[in-house]
């Protein structure tokens, strides 16, 4: 069996792909899978803004900026919390 492991956005963050080995439900061996993936690369925080990224993507490339946090979105103004 070949499990991904990986957030939402797993270009941007990467992702762990592993073969496992089961017996019933105990995982008995594991490797990870070590190859490049074409296509996959980092996006810049100029570059994001240029394309006009948003979300989990742009503050992946390094721009602190949360749609809930500017625009005081729901109730999200009674929390502390700062952009990841």
Known sequence: MIVNMGPHYPS??????LIVTLDG??????????????????????????????????????????LRKVNHYECYDEFDWEIQ
Do not use: F, T, Y
């Open 25 to 66: 439900e105990d995982i008995v061996d594991c490797e990870p899978i070590l190859e490049r993936v074409e296509g996959i690369g980092v996006i810049g925080g100029e570059e994001a803004i240029n394309w006009g990224l948003s979300g989990s993507i742009l503050q992946a490339s390094g721009i602190k900026w949360d």
């Open 12 to 17: 941007m963050h990467g992702v762990l792909r």
